[in-house]
């Protein structure tokens, strides 16, 4: 499964990659969302990833009396997943407020050129 | 002396304070303040009259660094500062006049008089950091001399270009007297004479005196530093009079004289002076005779007399000292003179150009002798002080030191560039005044007295020292060759050698000089042909060196800042990928460790697959709605694979936020076009190429990162401790509300944050004139 997940790595973060380059703002956001995909599951494998043991310590014991998956990685991501979703949620109503104000999606309608140099 | 240089500067300031226009007639009393210096400094002239003396004044400033405000006069500081508050004195005089209707005159006298104070420091210091503070001086107030009329854009670029290069020399300078005080540890100038060689010997000798003669070269307009000096004749005339003939321009004469007992010695000294010498004084005098400004003219010959005395500084004898320090006092005297009547036929006439002058002197004649005197000197006729010089030269370049050959070529360029001289002075100073007076000036009539007064003193004091010589050399010219030369000297100015060669050469002199006067005309024609050289001129190289750098700076931000965020983020892509990637091929042994790595099942793979083809479909649908659906899937295809590896608080959370952001997307965003396709195939590939191989390094990164076990003490320490110290079961939650409490406060702030935001976005409403659709 290690070696999927490798894969899955690979491809969100080329996919992101690709998409941060195209013009659309909405793209970009796009790109962005995935990116932060690809890095969760980078940091998921990275711990070790332990099938089917959640690291919650059954009701009647005290401590862990059989393998449990990493924690560490689970706090992390689960940080990651809330912050980018503040990130989200105002980039999209920005998005719309700039679309809105310049009816356009492009980024390089927003450029202001130097003018004189 | 320290007093008299402080009075001067403060002198200088108080001159603001006067009321142009008002007492405009009061500002001739000024040149009190040069008179009064000028006698003050003739009462030293019996202290230091013969031989290698010198009076010492002490002054502590900062002993711990070195750094004292001493002066001492000797011979070359004598020379230097009685031309300064000589001829400064006539200049005064002159400039009350000359600048009489000027509502700037009092900034134009403290300009003045900052300058002299400065010069005479320079003359006068004797630690070089005191030196290089009034050398600089001089380079500011001389900028404000040059740029005085504000409101001509040349003036204003001349004034620009003489600070940078003689600001840059000055810097340079500064360099060469850190590196003499390193090597000598002192900064004296006295103390460095008492213990020559020890310079000379030293490895950083070359460097020493690199550093310097790009001071000193810069100062004195020579070659191929000598363009900023025709430009700052932009100058109003009594300070190209005074600054540009007289008295700054030899600051970096004084500076080679000074340092020649203490630098010379090694045969690089010599010979990087005399070609140096050699060249401007031979193109100076070239070029002079092709222009018909007759400031452009004067300003071509000073560069070449400048170019002279370097040249006979860099012969280094008794005699080449000798004539140089006789040359200087002679050069100042006939030049200034030309430059003053220069500024009178400027005056009266409005205009400089010498293919319309003639006959000027019908209605000026004081100022015609005056010219004419000093025309003569410039030509080296006898019984004029030039001849003296003229026959010192000569005496030097066929001196017995030399070979056949030597005497031959430096013989040669001396006689070349003085038939040149010769007739530039003719016609700076004779060709204006003769001939037929044109119509339009007869109705001047004869200038102020204060205006004529100056050259002509200057021009009697010419033929005086011309007819009795011993008046100045045994008193300054000795006193100030013993210093340069290190040595008592004594020595005469003759005026009759009997016939010999020397003579002859002075006569061929004059006679070419006098053919070439007459061949030559000034007109446009000649000085078109001169406009042709500028091209490579070191002034246009430099400008257009200057213009080059600005382009490419231009172009170097154009290329990497550019305004397209876009690029950026490709830029630092590509060279992640490429230094990175090289570092892990290079250097890292490529393994995958296939122990430990747990089997996938037929369902994990399904949504392996699922997951590839809605990345697959967001990167290429043109549908906006396609695209966000296709991110749905995504999140929740990741859901599920935290489900399968024992992290179902993760699974919760990704769910959750998966489907408000969909919601999100689509409620907002609904409305918008679909994408449109603003990049062309060929873009397409090319980031594809670039995002592919970045993905893939990120894969074997990954992969060669699992071939290690991670570190599992941390999470160790929180699975045992979870319940014991935090009465929690579900270790994933103690680490985020208990051990990481506060970050997880922090993150709700954030949330909070974002939340406002999002909110004010929304409600906030568009002003009309922002729409601009």
Redesign the interface.
Known sequence: ????????????????????????M???L?GL??LG??A???I????????????????QN???LEV?????P??L???A??????????A??????V?????S????SL?I??LD? | MLLPIIITFLLAFVMLLFKPQKMARFFKFISVIPLLLFLYLLSYLPAVHYGVKSVFFKNDWIPSLGISLDFKIDGLSMLFSLMITGIGTLIYLYAAEYLKKDENIHRFYCYLTLFMGAMLGVVLSDNLITLFVFWELTSISSYFLIGYNTNEEDSRKSALWALSLTGLGGFLMLASFSLIGMVSGTYSINELLTQPGILVNNEYYYIIISLLFAGAFTKSAQFPFHFWLPGAMKAPTPVSAYLHSATMVKAGIYLLARFSPILSGDEVWNYNLMIVGGITMLIGALLSIFHKDMKGLLAYTTISALGIIVFLLGIGTETAYYAACTFILVHALYKATLFLVTGIVDHETHTRDLSVLRGLGKVMPPVAIAAFIAALSSAGIPLTFGFLSKELFYGVTTGTIWTRESVFILTGIMLLTNVFLTSAGFLAGIRPFFGKLPQEFKKIHKPNVFLWLPPVVLSFLTLFFGVLPAIVDQTVINAATSAVFGKSTDMYLVLWHGFNMVLLLSIITIVLGTVLYFTIKPSNKNEGRLKGLDDFSPQTIITNIAVGIRLFA?KY?RFFHN????IY??II?LFFTGIVGYKLFADVPLRVNTEG????RIY??IV?VI??IA??I??NTTS?LT?IAA?GV??YS?CL??V???????AM??FA?DT??VV??VL??FK??P??K??NGKIQFR??I???S???L??LI??Q??VS??D?S??KF???N???MAKG????NV??VDY?GF??MI?TI??S???I??YS??K?K?QDG????
């Open positions: 499964m290690e070696l999927l997940l490798v894969i899955l790595v690979g491809a969100f973060y080329s996919a992101g990659i690709y998409m941060m380059f195209r013009r659309s909405v793209k970009l796009l969302l995935l995909n690809g969760n599951i980078l998921f494998l990275i711990g070790g990833i332990t099938k089917g043991k959640a690291p919650i310590i059954k009701p005290t401590e862990f449990y998956a990493d924690p560490v689970q706090a991501i689960l940080t997943i809330v912050i980018s979703f503040a990130l989200t949620a105002f999209i109503v920005l998005l719309k407020r679309y809105t104000t310049t009816g999606d492009d980024l390089d450029n050129q130097d140099i | 231009f931000t305004g397209y965020l876009r983020i490709l892509i790595l747990s089997e996938f994990e793979f392996f997951t590839m990345i697959y967001i990167t906006r695209s991110l995504v999140g990741i694979i935290f399968f590896y024992g992290a179902p608080d993760l959370t990704q936020i408000l952001t999100l997307f907002v965003l918008l076009p994408f449109l603003f990049s980031d594809g670039i995002s592919v970045f993905g893939v990120i894969s990954t992969l990162a699992l076990p991670a599992k941390v999470s929180y699975a045992d979870a319940y014991v079961k579900n270790v994933v680490i985020l990481r970050d997880t993150e954030v949330l944050i974002a939340a935001g999002v976005i929304l906030y568009t922002e729409k601009s659709e």
